[in-house]
């Protein structure tokens, strides 16, 4: 039995065995726990759930890359009812993961400098030794080393864990310890293992598939890009381009592509700008090897041009079709020095061509835009860009023969601008030379004739205008779209067709049209040119306004319909008669209730006086949608930027009456949240259009769209009637968190930024590494910013940032002698250290700045 015993008891330990399994339990035991006292500092038990179902996107990303592993994403995310999420279930791995993630704590994978002692130091110092006990084989740690390793864990626990978890450290450091605990060590060492392994074959396998992801890369980016297949909107080109001839004006237009880096083709419809533009991307990228990237946003630009590929950007009716689309505009304004940095960076790689339609380049906002960017403009109606009698022949027989081109006629072949899509369109059909004096009147006939002997095409053709030239071929097989069922049904009534065709009649239909009216792409139909578009919406469009005001694309609304009570207007416009103006501003009303306001602002006729004052009087009528309308931040901004003067007026001033006659009806308590109830609504369409999309889910939004557009008097307004309450609340951009003062400095604005201080802006947040705005302005050497910020009443120009810094600390490290010369005025603590235990008079030695040097000597 004695033998026995002897057999069972454990070995007896090395001093140097002892230490390692001591420390191997600090870190697995002890130090776990201390960790979860910043975890839920940071992430209340409460709303834990909350903060991962908000976040569960990005947790799925770290589960894909594999840093978070199947065992962890089950639970952070337990079948419904079956558990809570709490921390005392994750171990530390993952709680340092999270804390990393969400809450963007800057931890290291090395160990901290000895000095470091912040509570990301802390936890960096424990993840780093809780990695090595991990990758440690020997087992052993010398008594040097290992009171050295203890000392550093033990004061971080307690640092970031609280004095209490002293005793458990002094416990732990003096319990005995025998072979058992080498077994705990062990299981925590072959598991940590085997996912570094499998993590590994992952890297491995992620590495072989990289070279197949950078082929298919071009390929996403162009699906994120195009709503069709990019590769199938190249081909479509390349079968158009078998029939292209090339003139002296191509060959003069491409020497311009390849001398300047953004060139614009503009025109009339049908002259051919798109093919032209078409033609040499192609041989761009059959000669040179370049990459085509058609787009539609200029922010495409900055998204998918890419440092040391050659691309040629391709862009359709730039800056609007029927209108001058301020947005657009804007846009292209607002990424001006990013887009110009970018074109200027990548030398001759990048080239942009643009087509542009000649109403829309005769703008003056158009003509600023050119000069902008330093546009070279090649307009076809030119004397040095127009097309000759014999070069126009040419281009007409490689459609049609010899004797047609006779038939058609010199004098109309001259004069006929639109003479190369005339051609083409009369390709494979049966020839009328009478379509090329009266394009519209050939049109009008064969739709009259459709609409008595093919009504299921004519109302196949009807669809397509209600969905503004993109019908989607899955909406006639869909029988639950109540929508679509509506509309079908209205349609037929409105047309007054004897008998209702069934939904896959039209479809049927509608495909026999391929190639004289309609293409089809990617399961939608469109027309097989912008300008057939044209007139099939315009005859059509008027025997429909009933449904497509109910119905109809939004922006076909604001593009394409007006009133008959103006006496200019422009081609292809559906004309309103006076009874027919109750409809169209019931499909106003309709938008503002829905928060979408291209229609409201942005329409043909929204600037004009006869529209907003007509609007006015409806909506007066119609308290409700007034209340939407006036409550709106975004109405503020968007009216008045879209020159929408007396609608702007209106509905600044009834902003003001509300806010008089409810501030007098409710208590000072109540006051604030009277004020954010009533006129402090930000919700908007997502389909709309904003002037930078990254706006349009914030709170500040409108304010910020106000800033980009240099509008101090729309920012008053919005401050005046209930903005001033989010005065502090940041916007997330480009994973900076950033407030409307910090966003005012970046725009270099400094009125603006004054009138935040004046409503109570925050001058010493905390920004990126505990910045406030006077060390960034300390940073960049602004001394206009610097003055008026140290004006300011409640500016901290001793503030310390996460390296214990004061803004004296930034100006002295970039050699900022002025800015350092100001702070020194206005009594800055000089002799402050930062988490170095480096003063600003060191850093300023350090780096020979000798004229700072005498300065803070002074």
Not at 148 to 156: E, I, L, P
Request: include cysteine; charged fraction near 25%.
């Amino acid at each position: 039995m004695a033998s026995s015993k002897v057999t069972a008891a454990a070995p007896l330990l090395t001093e140097d065995e002892t230490n390692f399994l001591r420390f191997v339990n600090l870190l697995i035991r002890i130090a776990p726990k201390a960790v979860r006292v910043v975890f839920d500092k940071y992430f209340q038990p409460c709303g834990l759930s909350v903060v991962l179902n908000q976040s569960k996107g990005k947790m799925e990303y770290l589960n894909q890359r594999k840093i978070l592993n199947k065992s962890q994403m089950e639970l952070l995310y337990p079948l419904q009812g079956t558990a809570t999420v709490r921390s005392s279930d994750m171990d530390l791995t993952l709680m340092i993961c999270l804390l990393r993630n969400l809450q963007k704590m800057k931890i290291e994978d090395i160990l901290p400098a000895a000095a470091l002692t912040s509570e990301e130091a802390d936890l960096s110092r424990i993840k780093y030794y809780r990695n090595w006990i991990v990758h440690n084989t020997d087992g052993y740690i010398n008594r040097t080393d290992f009171l050295s390793m203890w000392t550093n864990v033990c004061d971080a626990i307690q640092r970031i864990g609280g004095a209490s978890f002293k005793t458990e450290c002094d416990i732990l450091m003096s319990t005995s310890l025998d072979s058992s605990y080498r077994e705990v060590y062990v299981s925590f060492a072959q598991q940590e293992r085997r996912l570094e392994k499998m993590e590994g074959e992952y890297i491995k396998v992620d590495e072989e598939l990289k070279y197949a992801k950078e082929k298919i890369c071009q390929l996403e980016e162009s699906k994120d890009n195009t709503k069709d297949n990019l590769l199938l909107e190249v081909a479509d080109w390349e079968q158009d381009d078998k029939n292209f001839f090339v003139t002296s004006t191509v060959q003069k237009i491409l020497e311009s592509v390849q001398q300047t880096s953004f060139v614009v083709i503009s025109g009339s419809p049908g002259m051919g700008k798109s093919a032209t533009a078409y033609h040499i991307a192609l041989l761009f990228r059959n000669v040179m090897g370049y990459e085509i990237l058609p787009i539609n946003e200029p922010s495409d630009i900055l998204k998918f041009c890419k440092f040391g590929r050659k691309q040629i950007v391709i862009i359709d009716d730039i800056c609007g079709k029927f209108a001058i689309n301020n947005h657009s505009v804007a846009s292209w304004m607002n990424l001006k020095k990013s887009i110009v940095k970018l074109i200027s960076q990548t030398e001759d790689t990048i080239h942009i061509i643009a087509t542009c339609r000649l109403h829309i380049r005769k703008t003056k906002q158009f003509e600023k835009f050119i000069q902008a960017f330093k546009i070279k403009e090649c307009d076809l109606l030119s004397d040095e860009f127009a097309l000759d009698l014999n070069e126009k022949c040419k281009i007409g027989l490689c459609h049609l023969n010899q004797e047609y081109i006779d038939l058609i006629g010199d004098g109309v072949i001259f004069e006929t601008d639109s003479f190369p899509l005339l051609c083409k369109l009369s390709s494979g059909t049966k020839f009328n030379p009478d379509f090329f004096k009266k394009p519209y009147d050939i049109y009008k006939q064969e739709l009259d004739e459709m609409a008595t002997s093919n009504k299921e095409c004519f109302f196949g053709l009807a669809l397509l205008v209600l969905f503004n030239n993109n019908l989607k071929t899955c909406l006639f097989k869909d029988r639950d779209n109540q929508i679509f069922n509506d509309m079908f049904e209205d349609v037929y009534e409105e047309l007054e067709m004897s008998e209702r065709p069934s939904k896959l009649s039209v479809l049927r239909s509608l495909q026999t049209l391929k190639g004289t009216f309609v293409k089809e792409s990617e399961g939608s139909f469109s027309a097989i040119h912008d300008k057939v578009f044209d007139f099939v919406a315009f005859f059509i469009g008027k025997m429909l306004v009933k449904s497509i005001l109910n119905y109809g694309n939004r922006t076909f609304v604001a593009d394409r319909m007006s009133f008959r009570v103006f006496d200019e207007t422009d081609d292809f416009v559906i004309m309103l008669d006076e009874d027919q103006e109750e409809l169209f501003f019931q499909r106003i009303k309709e938008e503002i209730r829905s928060r979408s306001f291209v229609t409201v602002f942005r329409s043909i006729i929204a600037t004009t006086t006869y529209y907003q004052q007509k609007l006015i009087s409806f909506l007066s009528k119609h308290c409700d949608t007034l209340s939407i309308l006036t409550g709106n931040l975004w109405a503020v901004v968007l009216s008045a930027s879209n020159g929408c003067d007396i609608l702007n007026i209106f509905i600044i001033e009834e902003r003001f009456k509300r806010l008089n006659r409810d501030h007098a009806t409710e208590t000072d308590l109540k006051a604030d949240d009277v004020l954010w109830d009533v006129l402090c609504d930000t919700q908007i369409n997502t389909d709309d259009e904003i002037h930078n999309g990254i706006f349009i889910t914030s709170i500040n939004g409108p304010l910020f769209t106000a800033i980009d557009l240099k509008r101090e008097d729309l920012i008053q307004v919005l401050l005046d009637t209930g903005n001033a309450i989010n005065i502090n609340k940041t916007l997330l951009i480009e994973d900076d968190d950033i407030t409307p003062l910090l966003y005012a400095y970046y725009e270099h604005d400094l009125g603006i930024a004054k009138m935040f201080i004046q409503y109570k802006s925050d001058v010493n947040l905390s920004y990126i590494k505990g910045n406030t705005l006077l060390h960034l302005v300390c940073s960049n050497d602004d001394n206009d910013f610097l003055e008026f910020l140290l004006n300011c009443e409640d500016c901290d120009l001793n503030k310390r940032n996460d390296l214990k810094e004061t803004p004296l600390f930034l100006a002295c490290r970039n050699g900022s002698s002025d800015c350092v010369e100001i702070l020194v005025e206005s009594q800055c603590d000089k002799d402050s250290s930062n988490i170095e235990g480096q003063s600003p008079l060191q850093i300023a030695c350090s780096q020979e700045y000798d004229d700072i040097v005498e300065i803070l000597f002074e």
